[in-house]
């Protein structure tokens, strides 16, 4: 089930293990997924995907932690950390790439770039 937390003060969004939404996710701070979505996810803040998180399409985020699996494109606009857990496959645009061993990661990845680029036919 979807839901609003709070951690050390601050508020963030969460996404459970077991829940799935299909459509656009748009939030104004962090987010956390452990289920799955099947659509585009816009972040202002920090996106985290749990071991069990399954994202399908764009995510747009100012930094992210992946420890699931995503197929799509990631545009991060600070930095991007996969770690060991993580499953990759698609494009990515940051500025600053973490990748841990065991980390999979299969597609193309442009540093520097934070815009989102136009799908290649």
């Given at each position: 089930?979807?839901?609003?937390?709070?951690?050390?003060?601050?508020?963030?969004?969460?996404?459970?293990?077991?829940?799935?939404?299909?459509?656009?996710?748009?939030?104004?701070?962090?987010?956390r997924v452990d289920g799955t979505i099947e659509g585009d996810v816009k972040c202002a803040?920090?996106?985290?995907v749990g071991e069990k998180g399954v994202i399908l399409g764009t995510i747009e985020c100012e930094n992210a932690e992946i420890m699931g699996t995503i197929e799509g494109k990631i545009v991060a606009k600070q930095s991007l950390a996969l770690r060991a857990t993580s499953r990759i496959k698609g494009e990515i645009y940051t500025?600053?790439?973490?990748?841990?061993?065991?980390?999979?990661?299969?597609?193309?990845?442009?540093?520097?770039?934070?815009?989102v680029q136009p799908n290649k036919k």
């Open positions: 089930m979807a839901g609003t937390q709070q951690n050390s003060g601050s508020m963030y969004n969460s996404l459970t293990a077991g829940s799935k939404i299909v459509g656009t996710i748009v939030t104004d701070s962090n987010i803040g920090k996106l985290v500025l600053t790439l973490t990748v841990e061993p065991n980390a999979i990661f299969n597609g193309t990845c442009e540093m520097g770039k934070t815009t």
